[in-house]
């Protein structure tokens, strides 16, 4: 068959990601502060914007008949990105594929504020700021990195000039928990031996939490390791060398510590588990109030009602009036292009804000559904969930739900949480039905450390005993995981931790 040029004509369909669906996208994933910001951005960009109150209503200028020309494109199937977008959908792996007619929006409103889940609408209102005020002020200050370890000084250092040298230390140490001055400059401002202030360093590093008062990033695992009984010589000499870690020379790595792959593979899983930056468990000063961006209150007849937190969400509209006086005074080309983008645009950032909070609403509540034990009871009712899980249920995408999920805060009667918390991984039942979420396990460890004999400590064994007597069956190195992710020290920190209470 001869090769040669021919011209051939074909008709395809493809859906391109146009800036306004990009942003669209964008949008699902800030919070109501971030979109906040967005929106005085909006709001200094393009004129016709306006805030407005809650009342008033109607169609904006110019939306009824997009509204009439997206209609057309959909059934002829030409529509564009953009009207795709405006009708609750998207490309694949970035979809907005909510058909607002399936929403249970408040009748009476028609806004998509609020939404009651499995009860009628009440009147509970999001836009007071009542809610916003009460959960701003829940944010405190816990105690600082010096004061934690102050506190313990007294009775651990030996003698009086070992506590002043190591609350001296202390004060030097950065947020991290590491001492970035020369001991040598230390003797040097205290008037005292070398020796000396290497004592009150080492008073310092024995408190808690494990690994403060070190210099350098080594030195800090070192202790950790040694708490943990693992500083063995073969980890010494990986401590010793994280240069060569760094750069992956594990074979090298392997020879020095004199082990084979298996030993390696564990010594590395162990130094993993270290935290490399200690004192950062503690805030170094008041901490950030959380605005929660969803409120869930509990409605009538077994309901919820979810809402929008509207104290933190501005109400934007088009200002006909506005629109009409600058299109009055548009006499070339250029001017009245200006105007109709303008428009377009401002219409487009509204249509878009609503779909957002249909989504939101769509989504939370799913998730409160999902999780009714929780809000119900606690978090030791909280379910296996997972985002694939969501999204099925609301035929959406699942990095939609994903998007919607993040930087986002829900607050409840219990407090107030990120929605990416109510996704849990599940563990087994020891009686094999069914699983039980992560959350729920840590919850017991929880209720079982804080119940335990200050002089019968349990270990991890021991706690995997009692959990699996409760119905969760999990391997020892789960529960170790389990417990240093909510905070709780060893068998042996706590040992030595409540020693030091008993003592104060």
Known sequence: MALGPRLDLRQTQSLVMTPQLQQAIKLLALSNLELETFIGEALDANPLLDIG????????????????????????????????????????????????????????????????????????SAGSGEEGLAIEERGGSGPTLAEHLDAQIGAVAPDQQSAFIARHIVGLLDEAGYLPVPLREVAGELGISLSEAEGGLK????????????????????????EA???????????????????????????????????????????????????????????????????????????????????????????????VELRQGCHDKASKAWLSEKLADANWLMKALDQRQKTILKVTAEIVKQQEGFFRKGVSELRPLTLRTIAEAIEMHESTVSRVTSNKYLNCERGTFE??????????????????????????????????????????????????????????????????????????????????????
């Open 203 to 226: 008073v310092v590093q024995s408190l808690d939490p494990t690994g403060v008062g070190a210099r350098t990033l080594s030195e800090c695992l070192a202790l950790q390791a040694m």
């Open 229 to 323: 009984d693992r500083h063995d010589p073969a980890m010494a000499r990986l401590i010793d060398n994280l240069d060569l870690l760094a750069k992956g020379n594990f074979a090298q790595l392997k020879r020095m510590c004199g082990v084979d792959d298996e030993d390696f593979a564990d010594m590395l899983a162990e130094l993993r588990s270290y935290d490399p930056k200690p004192g950062l468990q503690f805030g170094g000063g008041e901490s950030e109030p959380v605005v929660p961006d969803i409120l869930v209150r509990a409605g009538p007849k077994d309901g919820w009602n979810i809402a929008l937190n509207q104290a933190t969400l501005p109400r934007l509209i088009v200002n006909r009036p506005y629109y």
């Open 53 to 124: 109150n809650s009342e008033g209503g109607g169609e904006t200028a110019g939306e009824a008949e997009a509204r009439d020309e997206r209609g057309d494109a959909m059934a002829e199937g030409t529509a564009t990105a953009d009207q795709l977008m405006l009708e609750g959908r998207g490309e694949a792996d970035a979809p907005l594929d909510l058909d607002p007619a399936a929403l249970d929006i408040d009748r009476e409103t028609g806004d998509g504020s609020a939404l009651p889940l499995g009860g009628e609408f009440s009147d509970f």
């Open 419 to 504: 929605l990416k918390y109510f996704f849990t991984s599940g563990v087994a039942s020891a009686d094999g039905d069914g699983a039980v979420s992560a959350e729920a396990v840590k919850a017991q460890i929880r209720a079982l450390v804080d119940a335990e004999d200050p002089k019968n400590i349990l270990s991890d064994d021991t706690l995997v005993d009692l959990l699996k007597e409760k119905g969760f069956d999990l391997a020892r190195r789960t529960v170790a995981k389990y417990r240093e992710a909510i905070g709780i020290g060893s068998s042996v920190q706590r040992r030595r931790q409540k020693k030091l209470e008993g003592v104060g």
